[in-house]
Nanobody, 116 residues
Framework: VQLQASGGGSVQAGGSLTLSCAAS????????MAWIRQAPGKEREFVAR????????RYTDSVKGRFTISEDNANKVVYLRMDSLKPEDTAVYYC??????????WGQGTQVTVSS
């Protein structure tokens, strides 16, 4: 499975971005999809997940109400809509495929920079 993330960029605080993650190869409807981010000097942090079984979504507390994860199954694309961006959202954002609680495939990351 190959995951290609895109859509990152530089925005001012309060702005919006939408990240995309296109899956190819031996994809499976069993994979949940997630976004994870890593800020400079910090460990990777879970951001959002959409479940393979029922499309239920889950978010880390700091992005609830501002970020929305969604999935276009027909085209095998997962999106992360990010609104009301804050400087602390600055990070490299990765998409990942999950099987159960394990991250099994990773995309290459896309940089998001939010200036104050």
């Amino acid at each position: 499975v190959q995951l290609q993330a895109s859509g990152g960029g530089s925005v001012q605080a309060g702005g919006s971005l939408t990240l995309s993650c296109a899956a190819s190869g031996r994809t499976s409807s069993s994979y949940s999809m997630a976004w994870i981010r890593q800020a400079p000097g910090k460990e990777r942090e879970f951001v959002a997940r959409i479940s393979a079984s029922d499309f239920a979504t889950r978010y880390t507390d700091s992005v609830k109400g501002r970020f929305t994860i969604s999935e276009d199954n027909a085209n095998k694309v997962v999106y992360l809509r990010m609104d009301s961006l804050k400087p602390e959202d600055t990070a490299v954002y990765y998409c990942a495929a999950m099987l159960g609680a394990s991250y099994v495939y990773w995309g290459q990351g896309t940089q998001v920079t939010v200036s104050s």
